[in-house]
């Protein structure tokens, strides 16, 4: 059901027909209780967006009924109905939470328009209510997405929950394969967009005579070549995320008309006049830093100005420790069911070759690494090292406790893995008490 629900509590059933036939012509959806216990006995199992109560009614008032409904902590609004005497009451209903209060006798569009109001303010309550819960077990689900427990990775994960419910445009800066696209699919599923499209599109892939079309749409037969009419990125988008990656490819004369788009949130196709409305976040990510590009005048500066409201930066992950072993395990058990192959096992000479490696290519390096060395090259005698490139074992600059802190923590999650996260399971193969398990994987940031 998409109307919004309002239960009518009044103890005249000539006056609760009345509401209820007014509101359904509305557009409402009612249902109705003749005094507050059995408002309260249904209000569960109704969840209405509005209660439209009376003030004085045998028993509970309504404003017994409101203070009952805000201890329950209901997303719900109520307007009380009074009539002259009740006022001072009605004055402390409001007080208590109350939406509005209307003074018997009075006009039906006021009635319809306060209920709207109420019924609205119901509505972003609950979006914000689903929010939150959504965030409170966002971490945890952004830790197998965002995978890593290097302070960057932490404070990254963390920044992502702070701005995702904000209806701020975003940059993204990082090197190549630091995984802009994945941060930028979290900041949209965990926001209260995460139900509209999500639409990304590489700037420095689309030809210069094309990117307008491929942004904006087109009709048919503005110019040689549109032989029908096409919806452009930014209005396909619409109440969603647009992804602009690799902006800093964009051509400076498309870069113009872009931030007229963002400026006034409304598009024209070529070969149109008509204005479409738009409502989306727009995410540009860039390898480059955009406000050294616009001193060079390689970027506009107007366009960086208004795009920055927010900027994530990425680590690369030679920064982030040993990160690189966490998600080479992370890789290597998702590729391992994907090609329907147990496993290779690890040995402390390929978490050295991990550990030392640069990874020049980033994380999206590290999985080609990981899908490779599932496809079973682990168990013909090669090692990640060989995989790597590397010459000879790379230890130099990994300390032995970093070393045996890596190896034991590819140990442990291998058999939570294995377990199917069962730490009491994991104790038992791992021949350690379950105790000094827990101690451990706090010790190495260790995630079930």
């Known amino acids: 059901m998409n109307e919004p629900i309002v239960l009518i509590v009044d103890d005249e059933e000539m006056m609760r027909t009345a509401l209820e036939q007014w509101l359904r012509l509305s557009g409402f959806a009612t249902a109705t209780a003749a005094d507050a216990d059995e408002a ?84 972003l309550k609950r979006e914000l209510a689903d929010l939150r819960r959504r965030l409170d077990g966002g971490e945890n689900e952004l830790a197998t997405r965002l995978v890593g427990a290097s ?15 904000i209806p701020a445009d975003i940059i993204l800066l990082g090197e190549t394969g630091t995984g802009k696209e ?47 009419q096409r919806i452009g990125k930014f209005e396909y988008a619409h109440g969603g995320t647009l992804l602009l990656d690799e902006i800093e490819s964009m051509p400076l004369l498309a870069q113009a008309k872009v931030l007229r788009v963002i400026q006034e949130r409304v598009v ?51 920064d982030r420790g040993d990160d690189s072993v966490i998600l080479f395990h992370h890789f290597l058990a998702e590729a391992s069911r994907r090609f329907g192959r147990q496993a290779p096992a ?32 682990g168990a013909t005698g090669r090692s990640i090292g060989d995989i790597l490139g590397h010459k000879a074992p790379a230890s130099a600059g990994i300390s032995l406790a970093e070393r045996v802190a890596a190896y034991e923590r590819h140990l442990i999650e291998a058999e939570l893995d294995r377990h199917d996260n069962a730490i009491a399971a994991a104790a038992d193969a791992l021949q350690v008490p379950r105790r000094t398990l827990s101690e451990k994987m706090n010790r190495l940031g260790v995630r079930r």
């Not at 302070?151 to 419910?165: F, G, I, K, N, W």
Request: overall charge negative; hydrophobic content about 45%; charged content about 20%.
């Open 346 to 377: 690890l040995h402390p000479a390929d978490i050295n070759a991990l550990l030392a490696h640069a990874w020049p290519g980033n994380v999206r390096e590290l999985k080609a690494a990981a899908d490779r060395f599932a496809l079973g090259l």
């Open 40 to 123: 309260l006995a249904c209000i569960d199992d109704i969840r209405p967006h509005v209660v439209l109560t009376d003030v004085r009614m045998p028993g509970l008032s309504g404003l017994d009924l409101l203070r009952s409904i805000a201890e329950r902590g209901l997303p719900t609004e109520i307007i009380l109905i009074t009539g002259h005497g009740d006022v001072p009451m009605a004055v402390e209903a409001m007080r208590a939470g109350a939406f509005d209060f209307l003074q018997k006798p009075y006009v039906p569009d006021q009635l319809v328009n306060s209920i709207t109001r109420a019924a609205e303010q119901a509505r």
């Open 151 to 165: 302070p960057a990775m932490q404070a990254l994960r963390h920044a992502v929950l702070d701005l995702a419910p």
């Open 268 to 318: 024209e196709r070529l070969g149109s006049n008509k204005q479409i409305p738009l409502d989306l976040r727009i995410i540009a990510a860039s390898k480059v830093d955009l406000n050294a590009e616009s001193q060079a005048g390689r970027f506009r500066a107007d366009l960086y100005y208004r795009l920055n409201m927010a900027t994530l930066d990425l680590p690369p992950l030679r």
């Open 182 to 228: 994945v941060v930028a699919r979290c900041l949209h599923d965990f926001s209260p967009r995460a139900k509209g499209p999500f639409v990304a599109v590489n700037c420095a892939a689309i030809p210069a005579e094309l990117i307008e079309s491929e942004l904006f749409g087109h009709e048919s037969g503005s110019f040689t070549g549109a032989s029908g």
